[in-house]
């Protein structure tokens, strides 16, 4: 594929220092460069604002492959380099991008590759559901492992000690108080403010990687929209996207528009459940009522319209399994219409009030400069300047159609991640019309194409939560070989770490809501 | 000052009234009241009047967890009619379990099980919990929530629908007489 002046540039610069081999795979920028260089490359590209954006391995027969993917300006490369499994080693790139540092610690755990100078290389995935020196991703272990009674808990991780007078603990977790996921935090405190925060997650990991090997496209897809239920549409949808690029094929302008819809219609659901539980986080039950109100008829619409209440199995390989009938698309018009009304009430109200005021503004504060150092994605991204959405910077049908407006704020607190997320509900809305008004005649699906052995494909798409990545490589067969699902949620998790600091311990579940991140695309 | 409270006074007037309109409009409430009044009845019965629910996501993909949250959405109001979910399984009658049991969860559902008082019951809701789902069994997932501990209910679909979810807590109701 071409590249853009500042690749071309960035290129020739790297030249002098690194040898990488342009390799041209359909639809997916590939440079593979020397093991030894691998940090050098990030160092060189962290001077030229790439930010990396996701990081996994694979292997294939006796050898890893160790991919990153970096972006910057909306073009997205997938870096690439061999090592050999007599030595599973490499440069940490954890040392210059921190957003690399879970991602790292997640491919040391399931496939035994030591990331060599690496900032923190405690287990991170693993807990005790398999031994040290056992690594699942490695094609000898066997998808069943080899469970011995009652998996004990995880009691001796290593946490981060604080000392003093007047320091205390609190651990939190992993079975909360409220209807959330599961995952533990580690508080210390002094008084009533945060000291520090750390969070230790993989406590729902349930093998989605692994169990993903040898499926058919029809069924990894299934895996793929439950790899965080909250945003079925987004995960499916790169996945598929994934598969199709793999197999080369194209899908219908109507499945695209629909496709469109559907993750639309997602995020707002989701936009509106987050505001209702953040203003209930801080006692506001009014916003909560209201805002649990309009999803329940969002939803319900769903189910009438696409046969499913949050959408899954929606999207399928090569299209959608859904159609809109004229008189659908002139119902959720006219919901769009209603909906309008009724949210410029509701956030009329929100913004007037001053108890919301004191307790969102200037709270869970995130600069602009951690933002960009870990990476952050989606609103919590937005929210603290970092001006970037694939819809718009790196479109896909149906987006490569219509104007998306990327909402921007620079105040970075739980204020401005609401109001991202309000105007995200606008612009959606908007979008779900073009959508509809757009709306050509034909097929729903294609007809599916076995790729070939070894071929791969990269879906990126804007969930409700920002960017997700999505790997699949096919083995013979139209049998998948490695699906590898980068959720929002990973890059986002370490940001909350840094933006409850010196907030009180009882804003801590309000801060957490305001990012919300997903522990199940987190864990896989 | 007065601005806002009535603005959120008339708001929430809108509430009431669009919300008992949608109800009918859409056409399930007289099978939600009607379930609702079954459930009651059986609480009255049999738990003096109220349950205590404690939900345990034991590994699920957060689908099922947004149903659950619907149930207390203005809707259908589970508390209503008794059922109101608490924040400890030490204050629980019924643990509502979801996911399949991800093993490095199944200590931490366990102990959540021991936690809670004699009698209990267990509800497992949702496709993972009743047969492992789309991540069945492996070397991060015990499965079944009746691998990992006794199951007197089990609430099918993925994720159930908030309905799904208030017939299959009557059914448990059924099973303890
Ligand atoms: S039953 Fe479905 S919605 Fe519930 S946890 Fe399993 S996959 Fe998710």
């Given amino acids: 594929m071409s590249v853009s002046k500042w690749a071309a540039d960035f290129l020739s610069q790297l030249s002098t220092d690194i040898t990488v081999a342009e390799i041209d795979i359909p639809s997916i920028t590939l440079w593979q460069i020397e093991s030894h260089a691998w940090q050098r490359f990030a160092e060189l590209a962290l001077q030229q604002n790439l930010r990396w954006a996701a990081g996994w391995a694979e292997q294939v027969q006796n050898r890893f492959l160790i991919n990153a993917c970096f972006e910057k300006q909306g073009e997205y490369f997938l870096l690439r380099t061999i090592i050999d499994d007599s030595s599973p080693e490499l440069t940490s790139q954890a040392t210059v991008y921190p957003a690399a540092n879970r991602s790292e610690r997640h491919t040391q755990d399931m496939f035994g590759i030591k990331f060599v100078g690496h900032p923190d290389n405690r287990r991170w995935t693993r807990h005790q559901a398999w031994t040290e020196n056992s690594y699942p991703l490695r094609k000898d272990f066997p998808v069943q492992g080899t469970p011995v009674g009652i998996t004990a808990p995880d009691m001796h991780y290593p946490f981060i000690k604080s000392h003093g007078a007047g320091v205390y603990e609190i651990p939190v977790g992993p079975v909360h108080a409220g209807i959330i996921e599961p995952g533990h935090f580690r508080f210390q405190a002094v008084g009533e403010l945060i000291l520090n925060l750390e969070e230790r997650l993989g406590y729902v990991h349930k093998g989605i990687e692994k169990i993903a090997e040898g499926r058919t496209p029809e069924s990894l897809a299934k895996l793929a929209g439950r790899v965080s239920g909250d945003t079925t549409v987004g995960h499916c949808w790169a996945a598929c996207m994934a598969m199709e690029q793999a197999a080369g094929l194209e899908i219908p302008p109507r499945a695209a528009l629909i496709r469109g819809i559907l993750a639309e219609r997602e995020r707002i659901a989701n936009h509106m459940g987050d505001i209702g539980a953040i203003c209930n986080d801080v006692a506001f039950v009014f916003a909560q009522m209201q805002f649990t109100r309009l999803r329940e008829l969002w939803l319900r619409t769903n189910a009438m319209v696409f046969g499913h209440r949050l959408l899954m199995d929606r999207i399928v390989p090569g299209g959608v399994a859904c159609d809109l009938s004229e008189a659908s698309c002139a119902l959720i018009k006219k919901e769009i219409a209603e909906l309008r009304t009724e949210l410029a009430d509701v956030i009329l109200a929100l913004d007037l009030n001053t108890s919301l005021e004191d307790r969102l503004y200037t709270a869970g504060f995130l600069s602009e400069q951690t933002a960009a150092a870990f990476g952050t994605v989606g609103y919590v991204g937005r929210a603290s300047g970092q001006d970037f959405d694939v819809r718009r910077d790196a479109p896909y049908a149906p987006y490569d159609r219509v104007t998306v407006k990327v909402a921007l704020e620079n105040q970075g607190d739980i204020a401005s991640r609401v109001w991202v997320r309000y105007k995200e509900i606008r612009t959606a809305l908007r979008l779900i019309e073009e959508f509809i008004d757009q709306l050509v005649a034909g097929e729903l699906r294609s007809e599916w194409q076995m790729p070939a052995a070894g071929s791969e494909g990269l879906g990126i798409v804007e969930g409700w939560r920002g960017e997700i990545i999505s790997h699949i490589r096919f083995d013979a067969d139209n049998k998948i070989v490695r699906f590898y699902p980068r959720d929002p949620s990973q890059l986002n998790w370490p940001a909350l770490e840094k933006l409850v600091l010196n907030n009180i311990v009882p804003d801590f579940p309000v801060c957490n809501k305001s990012l919300s991140g997903s522990y199940s695309g987190n864990d896989l | ?177």
């Fill in chain 2, 1 to 177: 000052m007065l601005k806002i409270l009535k603005k959120i006074l008339t708001t929430g007037v809108v509430t009431e009234r669009f919300s008992m309109r949608s109800h009918v409009a859409r056409g399930n409430e007289d099978e939600l009241e009607q379930l609702g009044i079954e459930i009651k009845r059986h609480i009255d019965k049999q738990f003096s009047g109220s349950i205590a629910v404690r939900q345990v996501d034991a590994g699920s993909c957060n689908g099922c967890e947004l149903e659950i949250h619907a149930l207390n959405n203005p809707f259908y109001d589970i508390e209503r009619f008794g059922v109101h979910f608490v924040a400890s399984p030490r204050h629980a009658d019924v643990l509502l379990v979801t996911g399949p049991v991800s093993r490095h969860m199944q200590t931490a559902l366990l102990r959540t099980y021991e936690a809670t008082p004699n009698p209990k019951w267990v509800v497992a809701a949702g496709d993972c919990a009743a047969c492992g789902g789309e991540f069945g069994e492996s070397y991060a997932s015990c499965g079944a929530v009746s691998n990992v501990i006794p199951v007197d209910a089990v609430i099918p679909g993925c994720p159930p629908t908030p309905l799904a979810l208030m017939k299959g807590l009557l059914g448990l109701m059924g099973v303890k007489k």
